[in-house]
């Protein structure tokens, strides 16, 4: 996918139709009779990205039985795919667009099928296409909520805060330099075990 290349090395605001028309030799007005709009073209570009984070998310869920090491993993490592491209998981998640990025994922997902978790497929499918960070969130702590780890006002609490630390923090490192974003991960990571420390321990092998 030519939109898909072109984001690997380019920031998605700075793409515009006329290049992406161009590209594909065709006139913008051809490249619209295909596709809604500009935006909707970036994010169905943008899937790809988000499925990496996903297959990953996956392999993660099978290969560790703690659910609440598993979510702390789960944010970190979504925070890595995040701050290394938050132009792209902003949009995706948080931005003005967000109400396409359903329809983008089941268009790709039709496109490239994808299997993540093998020892929970139902529940890996559910949060892949649960388009509300909240809402996947909590479906994240629903399951340490049924083993009695935490309460499900705490599961309530968390899934808001949690997401709220992340999209503040993506916010404020947008447009820095790579380096500067990394810097922005550690520390939104630190804000996510420190808003967690009332009912999470991080192991002795460390998070």
């Not at 295909?34 to 970036?42: A, G, K, R, T």
């Not at 990953?56 to 995040?82: P, R, T, V």
């Not at 995706?92 to 268009?107: K, T």
């Not at 709220?164 to 447009?175: C, D, N, S």
């Amino acid at each position: 996918m030519s939109m898909y290349n072109k984001l690997k090395v380019q920031d998605a605001s700075e793409i515009t139709v006329r290049e992406i028309a161009k590209e594909n030799q065709c006139s913008p007005a051809a490249l619209y009779r295909h596709f809604e709009s500009l935006e909707y073209l970036i994010i169905l570009g943008s899937m790809r990205f988000f499925i990496d984070y996903m297959v990953e998310y996956g392999h993660l869920m099978d290969s560790n039985n703690n659910l609440m090491d598993s979510y702390i993993k789960g944010w970190k490592l979504f925070n890595k795919y995040a701050f290394e491209r938050p132009d792209l998981y902003y949009r995706l998640l948080w931005g003005q667009y967000n109400a396409m990025f359903s329809d983008a994922l089941v268009e790709y997902f039709e496109l490239f099928p994808v299997s993540g978790s093998e020892r929970y497929p139902a529940y890996f499918y559910t949060l892949l296409f649960t388009e509300d960070i909240i809402e996947r969130d909590f479906l994240m702590l629903r399951r340490a909520v049924n083993y009695n780890l935490l309460s499900y006002e705490d599961a309530v609490y968390f899934s808001k805060s949690n997401t709220l630390i992340v999209k503040g923090m993506l916010e404020m490192y947008m447009g820095r330099d790579l380096e500067s974003r990394r810097q922005g991960e550690q520390e939104c990571n630190e804000l996510l075990l420190k808003n967690l420390e009332k009912v999470y321990v991080p192991s002795e092998h460390g998070l």
